[in-house]
């Protein structure tokens, strides 16, 4: 029988093995952000204990960094918390990209960027979206703080090897649909507990072609279908992403590697304890209607009524779900309106995104009743923005242009949608009060949530001209 | 983390179905350093109406839950976000255990970690308590050796857990501290694996 990447991956981390408990896991690297780290660090010093491999550590701030006016920071409670982080790194020798550096942004945005993210690694963070960096065939997941201690002190983590799950996305997809539609689908189809337990392995003619970015966003909302950890057995397009980048070898070391990563692919016949087959052309732009990611529908369809669900529980749901989002049963999602867009978040913040969105808006202006935002996933993704003029075009167009950070897909600076009010948002989750008390998030893809804004209301991007209709 | 065994406590009943961590502890509590004081945050927005005012209709605002220290919720409970805030709210406010018919991986790890015992039990029974803890407020016993629940009125079941966390839970011990006793292997598994990388 073949082996599975979850297979090769696990087996060649595991450090100590025990009947009657979960394997002793090495980890290769460890992502450190501001908001899930301070605890851990006060645990190691109460105990006297050090960081074992500050080598394999890196750290950035993202979660509450202002996008805008940096130097002068107003939130107190913020600011202590960032240099926490910066004292932290300091006293336990920790590499940080802080707020002033070239390479601060998004931890999901970063890891990739500068290489760190490498196939084969085992990468955790105290962060639910580490599932991002699985898109290069690593195994990454988010843990808790007191995981993120754990792995500070001893760099392992005491983990029962997850199940596996094949999900096969084949055919293409139609022209205005992108990868985020292809997980928003998926959400919609499976919901948000199919993937409870397992570690998801996307596969399937639609994701080997997806650039690298693409598979991020994908591999990204792995955990919004309960699975901790998603990915992609790396292959030519992995490698060429990586080639060159900050923290991969180069030269003959490069093809070196390569040579160990192709070794990590799934074998053709592996097993899996569960298998999906979603057929791509099947997937139309999405929109989120209500308040988990599930909640979801194709942009020329209309919100479910409750009977189309079967059990009491779910029809509770959706009318809870409709009441919070201040939505009727039946109503077309193009009806929609929309008064908040916000294009960022490490589901849809970099260079492609920013890029996609820009070209919808290109020359047109942002609806006079919406206020539009654009956060760039790094500070180095803002920069290739801005050498390509893409800040020009969203500037010209009504939006505002900000510096890196997650900003308004948790809302925990000063970037918060209104109570009450609608926001086409590129990221990930629409929970209740995410974006702000009361808040309305409604998930898309860059060019929907582009075109939203030139609107005012969603629009079907498969029909949009590109610009107002 | 001090261990226990067993212990008794008063029940509540939140029948809500895939309730996430955004809503047990909001995003605008987590700047906080420390890792107390996060109760008085729980639930906030479904315990606040807007501006502090207490929201008298939901269920831990309710004159007779008050005290209580077992939560009873409905399917995939704790999903979303991984923060730890949650169960440390959770445990700050004084609930011991959650019951539920699912859990979130992460939430489920971050409370055995802090000493909540997650309890997954049948649909049916986990029905059964919602509605009797809607009527009125009840007392529950468990017992973590004999994996036990009880509400000394008739129900009694028992529920899994690891053999692994059992055994942590009852004698509190520290996951850290047992880790760093296998540093020899730790340091030799790091010298082979780079050994291999660098071939
Ligand atoms: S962008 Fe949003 S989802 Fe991503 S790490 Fe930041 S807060 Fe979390």
């Known amino acids: 029988m073949g082996k599975s990447i979850v297979d090769k991956i696990w087996a060649n981390h595991v450090v100590h093995r025990e009947e009657g408990k979960p394997d002793l896991l090495y980890i290769d690297l460890h992502l450190v952000h501001e908001v899930t780290s301070p605890q851990a660090f006060s645990g190691l010093r109460m105990k006297n204990r050090k960081v074992r491999r500050p080598d394999k550590t890196f750290a950035t701030m993202d979660h509450n960094v202002p996008t805008i006016n940096r130097k002068q920071i107003d939130d107190q409670v913020a600011l202590n918390q960032m240099t926490t982080l910066e004292k932290n790194c300091l006293e336990f020798g920790i590499e940080l990209a802080g707020i002033d550096s070239p390479e601060q942004g998004i931890v999901h945005v970063i890891g990739p960027e500068l290489g760190l993210t490498q196939p084969g690694k085992t990468i955790v963070c105290g962060d639910s979206h580490t599932s991002t960096h699985g898109a290069f065939g690593a195994l990454a997941f988010g843990i808790g703080t007191s995981e993120v201690e754990h792995v500070l002190a001893t760099q392992t983590l005491w983990q029962s090897k997850p199940k596996t799950l094949k999900l096969e996305i084949n055919g293409e997809l139609a022209k205005g649909v992108t990868a985020k539609d292809v997980i928003l689908y998926v959400l919609a189809t499976y919901g948000i507990r199919f993937g409870t337990g397992y570690v998801i392995e996307y596969c399937g003619d639609v994701i080997k072609n997806l650039s690298m970015e693409e598979r991020m966003t994908i591999c990204n909302m792995s955990i919004e279908g309960g699975a901790r950890a998603g990915l992609v057995s790396p292959d030519e397009t992995t490698f060429e992403y990586l080639r060159g980048r900050k923290h991969v070898p180069k030269g003959e070391g490069f093809d070196q590697v390569v040579q160990q990563w192709k070794e990590l692919a799934s074998d053709s016949d592996a097993e899996y304890d569960k298998v999906i087959v979603v057929d791509g052309s099947d997937i139309a732009p999405m929109v989120s209607w209500g308040t988990n990611p599930s909640m979801t529908a194709k942009v020329d369809a209309s919100i479910p009524r409750q009977n189309d669900y079967q059990t009491e529980l779910e029809k509770d749901s959706l009318v809870r779900a409709l009441s919070y989002m201040g939505l009727a049963e039946g109503q077309r999602i193009e009806d929609i309106k929309i008064q908040h867009v916000f294009i960022g978040s490490c589901t849809n913040s970099r260079i492609e995104d920013i890029r996609a969105a820009a070209e919808v808006v290109k020359g047109q202006k942002v609806h006079p009743e919406v206020r539009a935002l654009v956060v760039p996933g790094s500070q180095q993704v803002k920069k290739i923005a801005e050498a390509e003029g893409l800040d020009k075009i969203f500037v010209d167009a009504g939006f505002e242009w900000r510096d890196a950070g997650c900003s308004m897909c948790l809302s925990m600076n000063a970037d918060v949608v209104p109570s009450g009010e609608h926001c086409a948002s590129t990221s990930n989750r629409n929970f209740e009060g995410r974006q702000g008390a009361g808040a309305r998030t409604h998930l898309v893809s860059p060019q929907m949530a582009a075109a939203a804004a030139l609107n005012g209301h969603f629009v079907d991007i498969r029909k949009a001209t590109v610009g107002a209709v | ?199």
């Open chain 2, 1 to 199: 983390m001090s261990g226990f065994k067993e212990f008794e406590g008063k029940a509540v009943a939140l029948d809500r179905a895939n309730v996430d961590t955004d809503q047990i502890i909001p995003k605008q509590f987590l700047k906080r350093i420390e890792k107390t004081g996060f109760g008085r945050f729980l639930f906030y927005d479904w315990r606040y109406k807007a501006e502090g005012v207490l929201n008298e209709e939901f269920e831990l605002n309710q004159p007779e839950n008050q005290g209580a220290t077992i939560l009873i919720a409905n399917e995939n409970f704790g999903c979303g976000s991984s923060r730890e805030h949650a169960p440390w709210a959770l445990l700050d406010y004084g609930f011991k255990a959650v019951i539920a018919p699912s859990f979130a991986d992460i939430f489920h790890q971050n409370c055995l970690k802090n000493g909540i015992v997650p309890i997954v039990l049948t649909e049916e029974e986990v029905g059964f308590l919602l509605a009797k803890g809607k009527e009125k407020s009840f007392t529950l016993s468990i017992n973590l050796e004999e994996q036990s629940v009880t509400d000394h009125e008739g129900f009694s079941t028992q529920f899994p857990i690891s053999q692994y966390w059992k055994t942590m839970l009852v004698n509190g011990w520290d996951e850290i501290e047992i880790t760093l006793q296998l540093d020899d292997e730790i340091s030799a598994f790091e010298q082979q694996r780079e050994a291999a990388l660098q071939n």
